[in-house]
């Protein structure tokens, strides 16, 4: 069996709302997820369903205020990462877990070239020379792919191109050697053969094992098929369904997971198949299922009565009053 490298237990992140006394909103609500050693776990959903919030929170990256932290547990290797001081958790950051931000043209920083800013995540958690540090700062480029990292490493990011930008956010991120990276929507904003690329890059690093575990956090299923080993359907903070990929796609179970899916074109079949557009939002309350209002198979109890995230079969969990 194998060993769980992160725990989120019941966590719950809310937004403050402005001065009028609009209620705090709540972005992640009593989330439950697990991580494994040796794998890739998917997070998909639409925006806004709490995919990077979830992200934050591991890092303990939530802005205090607005966000709030309400309750929940976020466990890597057994210590409670939300229990650790500014200056503890900067020892796990980069070192044990890393991420790659969703838009590498805003992560990285303009007036500084693309050597300092490696430099400086190095020193963060080491000692080292000039010297060494140009060494591991052109190592890590070249095995990111970047051509001539010699003379790319002096350079700023405003010089490179969405993909190579990228490649040095993935850099940066395995600067240390993290265990677990996090990889929010990756491929934003990039052309469909640099996304290719870039997915192909972070399999190959977590193939080489220079990563032991992958969250990737998407609204593309088809990333998620290609590239991961299990997948968690987020929708309005909650985990709706959570299977193998191999199980979600052969047997999707809960109506959001079969609506993305069927709005999602598969190749070769998309002549003799309709998509389907996810329908519009209408209203729900605050009490039955997130998703009831948008829902055609809804019963009477799903507005009513909000339904607990059940295991339904081996390894698949679903959220859904069909089921019960």
């Not at 939530?62 to 210590?79: C, F, H, K, N, Q």
């Not at 838009?103 to 010297?131: C, R, W």
């Amino acid at each position: 069996m194998k060993n769980k490298i992160l725990e989120i237990k019941n966590l719950s992140v809310s937004f403050s709302g402005d001065n009028s006394g609009t209620e705090n909103i709540k972005a992640v609500h009593n989330l439950n997820l697990d991580v494994y050693e040796d794998e890739i776990l998917g997070i998909v959903g639409e925006s806004g369903s709490g995919k990077t919030v979830t992200a934050y929170s591991v890092l303990g990256l939530v802005s205090e205020p607005p966000g709030i932290t309400e309750s929940g547990e976020i466990l890597y290797r057994g210590a409670d990462l939300r229990k650790l001081s500014f200056e503890e958790m900067r020892k796990y950051r980069g070192r044990e877990i890393s991420m790659i931000f969703q838009e590498p043209g805003t992560a990285l920083n303009p007036v500084m070239t693309i050597k300092s800013q490696l430099y400086e995540t190095f020193a963060s958690h080491g000692k080292y020379t000039k010297d060494e540090l140009r060494e591991k700062a052109v190592e890590l480029l070249k095995s990111t792919g970047i051509p001539d990292p010699e003379k790319r490493i002096s350079d700023y990011p405003g010089s490179l191109s969405g993909g190579m930008q990228q490649r040095v956010m993935i850099a940066m991120a395995l600067a240390c050697n993290p265990s677990l990276l996090i990889a929010d929507e990756p491929t934003t904003s990039l052309d469909v053969t640099v996304q290719a690329q870039i997915l192909e890059l972070i399999r190959k690093l977590k193939t080489e094992k220079k990563i032991s575990s992958v969250i990737l956090i998407t609204h593309n299923m088809g990333i998620i098929a290609e590239m991961c080993d299990r997948v968690a359907v987020m929708y309005r903070g909650r985990i709706l369904e959570q299977a193998s990929v191999k199980n979600l796609f052969e047997n999707p179970m809960n109506p959001y997971t079969k609506a993305l899916l069927d709005s999602m074109p598969v190749l070769g079949k998309t002549a003799d198949r309709e998509l389907k557009p996810l329908p519009s939002e209408t209203a729900s309350g605050n009490k039955g299922c997130v998703f009831a209002g948008r829902c055609a198979q809804k019963k009477d109890i799903c507005v009513l009565t909000e339904p607990e995230l059940k295991l339904h079969s081996e390894e698949h969990y679903i959220r859904c009053h069909l089921y019960e």
